[in-house]
């Protein structure tokens, strides 16, 4: 009999997706499971897939890996059903792919930047941030302009902005940390005032958490990287026009031969410290130093990978070759794990 490499189990989220991909640049559908099952099962796992909604909660998962997806709904909302099961899981003793810290950090800047604190190579720190829960801390704060302020949860540069003077910074983080629409923003302003005839303090609905950071000058746009094991895909994003941010901005460029292998040695870096079978990275490069803007570890966006016409690869001398291939995302995925998993045994 064959022994078997271990238990794994594919949790989608509760409509039934798992992951997303892009056929197209504007369209998306779920990772196909079943041939990331068939990558597995080659490779000797025994595979379950469920929905996250429905599991046995009866049942124990102890010891079993579980690889799962994060979801961008509404105001979070699907997604912190996720997390509840997911830490219900791993308290279980179930293995999560990756840890749960890296699903928390999806979508929310402030647990990010929390993790960024412990990578222990001052180069992936040359962006420092703050945390903060709400407006009132960070306006009390002094702080050296120009800096940049980021509301957790945006996406697309969107929830990022620059303040280069005091006003444009109240303005920014009075907005990012307004948690009321604009509708119950109003309504709870009636209800302070209603409140202060009866001396009941207010109610704080400048409660979103959100992040301030230093600002990397002369960026023109950003490096991203997706990581799958040893294969690095890469896009060359310009920045908006006018503006400082790259992501969100449509604007894919040619990479200059002469920044590629600085990038994809900063890239490894990264990967060694972070350890996980796939990753996102966002790196900005100014000329001198290379900076890490973002990562992400789960549910991240798939299109560089759809995009590229290959990826790169590192040879034994230790210089980055490029593979004129179109992935699969499903292929890139089960390899990845598969070494990941093949690792950490
Ligand atoms: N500290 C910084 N200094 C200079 N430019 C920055 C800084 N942080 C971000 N940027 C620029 O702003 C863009 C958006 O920032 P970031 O990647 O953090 O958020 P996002 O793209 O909205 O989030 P997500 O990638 O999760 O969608 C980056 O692509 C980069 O060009
Ligand atoms: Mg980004």
């Known amino acids: 009999m064959v022994e078997s490499s271990g238990q794994i189990m594919l949790l989608t989220d509760p409509r039934g997706w798992f992951?997303?991909?892009?056929?197209?640049r504007n369209q998306t559908e779920s990772l196909d499971l079943t041939q990331i099952e068939d990558h597995l099962v080659t490779a000797g796992f025994q595979v379950e897939i469920a929905n996250i909604a429905k599991l046995d909660w009866t049942r124990n998962y102890r010891g079993m890996h579980i690889l799962y997806t994060s979801s961008e709904d509404?105001?979070?909302?699907?997604?912190?059903?996720?997390?509840?099961?997911?830490?219900?899981l791993e308290k279980q003793g179930s293995i999560l792919v990756p840890s749960y810290h890296y699903l928390r950090a999806h979508h929310n800047k402030v647990m990010m930047e929390l993790l960024r604190h412990s990578f222990l190579d001052s180069e992936m720190k040359t962006i420092?941030?703050?945390?903060?829960?709400?407006?009132?801390?960070?306006l009390e704060h002094p702080f050296a302009l120009p800096i940049v302020v980021k509301s957790a949860s945006g996406a697309g540069s969107h929830g990022v902005a620059l303040a280069k003077t005091k006003k444009q910074f109240i303005r920014v983080v009075r907005s990012f940390s307004r948690l009321a629409g604009w509708d119950f923003a109003a309504l709870f302003k009636i209800r302070n005032f209603l409140r202060a005839f009866k001396r009941q303090g207010p109610v704080n609905y400048h409660n979103e958490k959100?992040?301030?950071?230093?600002?990397?000058?002369?960026?023109?746009?950003?490096?991203?990287?997706?990581?799958?094991?040893?294969?690095?895909?890469?896009?060359?994003?310009?920045?908006?026009?006018?503006?400082?941010?790259?992501?969100?901005?449509?604007?894919?460029?040619?990479?200059?031969?002469?920044e590629i292998q600085g990038v994809l040695n900063f890239a490894r870096k990264c990967q060694t410290a972070i350890r996980v079978p796939f990753l996102s990275l966002d790196i900005g490069f100014d000329g001198r130093s290379h900076h890490l803007i973002e990562f992400?570890?789960?549910?991240?966006?798939?299109?560089?990978?759809?995009?590229?016409?290959?990826?790169?690869?590192?040879?034994?001398?230790?210089?980055?070759?490029?593979?004129e291939k179109q992935s699969l995302a499903e292929s890139e995925f089960s390899r990845a794990l598969i070494v990941y998993l093949q690792m950490i045994k």
């Open 210 to 258: 959100f992040v301030i950071q230093n600002f990397v000058p002369d960026l023109s746009g950003d490096y991203k990287v997706l990581v799958f094991n040893d294969h690095y895909f890469v896009l060359h994003r310009k920045n908006r026009q006018n503006d400082f941010r790259a992501s969100g901005s449509g604007q894919f460029i040619a990479i200059p031969s002469e």
């Open 19 to 24: 992951w997303k991909k892009y056929n197209n």
């Open 128 to 138: 420092q941030s703050r945390i903060f829960p709400s407006c009132k801390m960070a």
């Open 296 to 323: 992400q570890c789960v549910s991240f966006g798939l299109k560089a990978l759809t995009l590229s016409t290959g990826y790169y690869e590192s040879s034994d001398n230790g210089i980055w070759q490029f593979v």
């Open 74 to 88: 509404f105001n979070g909302g699907t997604k912190s059903f996720v997390e509840d099961v997911l830490l219900w």
